[in-house]
């Protein structure tokens, strides 16, 4: 129905929406294109985004997520966290609500452009980087991070700056496990793929969404939702209804302490693995658990030392929903709240927002 919409508003000669709709979705795997103006499409509205959308049109379904919203009719998905004149602190000072909010899948990360321009403490630029994507990392472990080197520069002294922290960039990555990956985006990119020294024209976005599409395809599962997290992986898991997790009251590792929701921190008390047995294990050796392997609405949900029971065994439904193997009902946000120390509970299914939880 979108693309439809923009093929119509096309053929009237409206290439630009003035303004699109807020979180604008079609269910499908939640990408955040996320950096300075040159995400947000400085020069070409839109930028790199109306490429990559295009080039994924008819083979993936994509939701672009973001705060952000600009771009033309042909841009399907307007979403994105792109900031104009942004550097890498300011994007690690916002990084946390950002991520709560849009719980993305895969980030698409190009910063640093704005560092090199305002000459911003450049030693210092790549730890910067490190801990913009440890802050990912520890609120969405299972997404899939790129981490661009980024886009070349005319002026000779600015490009000597740029290839200097893009040839620190390799090792920073390096460091942050499997789900972070490089992307090249200076190789092959020269003055001509430039509209103003500093930002890509029309060519250059292009040459950019097709960098941006190998990458996400050299990686399984970045462009596939996660329905249940992988075996053996940590997983925050949030409540998209409220944007917060699953949470261990007060980091309680006691047997019965009491599982509720709480801001997404990705702390121990809200990192869980699932096991081979459909059991989620927090802290090791404490497993979530329906009290007494109860059946009636509103039993307790918390953690209990991991013993192998029916009580302690979910599964994640195609809905979102966490299904216990001993009652059948789902693990429920009491009263669908919203606020942080809501007590989790379990509940007859109703495929409600109460009732989903993201793996992330």
Request: net charge negative; charged share 15%; hydrophobic share 40%.
């Amino acid at each position: 129905m979108r693309l439809a919409l923009a093929a119509a508003l096309a053929a009237l000669g409206l290439t630009a929406l003035t303004g699109p709709a807020q979180a604008e979705s079609d269910g499908g795997v939640r990408v955040m294109p996320l950096g300075d103006s040159i995400t947000d499409g400085f020069n070409v509205p839109g930028g790199y985004r109306i490429g990559l959308w295009q080039r994924s049109a008819g083979r993936y379904t994509v939701d672009f997520v973001g705060s952000g919203v600009n771009g033309p009719a042909e841009l399907g998905d307007h979403d994105h966290e792109g900031h104009s004149g942004w550097r890498i602190d300011q994007l690690d000072a916002s990084i946390v609500p950002w991520i709560r909010s849009a719980n993305p899948r895969t980030v698409l990360l190009h910063i640093g452009t704005n560092d090199v321009n305002q000459n911003h403490d450049l030693a210092n630029a790549p730890a910067r980087l490190s801990g913009l994507i440890d802050k990912i990392r520890a609120h969405a472990p299972l997404a899939e991070v790129f981490v661009a080197q980024i886009t070349p520069e005319s002026n000779t002294v600015r490009e000597e700056r740029v290839r200097a922290y893009n040839a620190a960039i390799p090792g920073v990555v390096a460091q942050k496990g499997p789900h972070t990956h490089l992307v090249d985006m200076h190789t092959g990119f020269t003055t001509a793929d430039l509209a103003d020294g500093v930002h890509p024209n029309a060519a250059g976005y292009d040459k950019m969404a097709a960098r941006w599409l190998a990458a996400l395809e050299s990686v399984p599962g970045s462009l596939s939702s996660v329905l249940a997290p992988p075996v053996g992986a940590a997983t925050v898991l949030s409540n998209p209804q409220s944007t917060r997790c699953m949470d261990v009251a007060g980091a309680g590792t006691e047997p019965g302490s009491q599982v509720l929701i709480w801001d997404c921190h990705g702390g121990t008390n809200q990192r869980w693995v699932r096991t081979a047995a459909d059991e989620l294990r927090v802290y090791g050796d404490r497993c979530l658990d329906v009290n007494g392997n109860g059946s009636a609405d509103g039993t307790k949900i918390q953690i209990w030392t991991c013993n192998g029971s029916l009580a302690q065994r979910f599964t994640f439904a195609a809905n979102g929903s966490l299904v216990g193997a001993g009652s059948g009902k789902c693990v429920d946000v009491t009263s669908s709240g919203t606020a942080n120390g809501t007590l989790v509970q379990l509940y007859q299914c109703n495929s409600t927002g109460a009732q989903r939880w993201s793996a992330r």
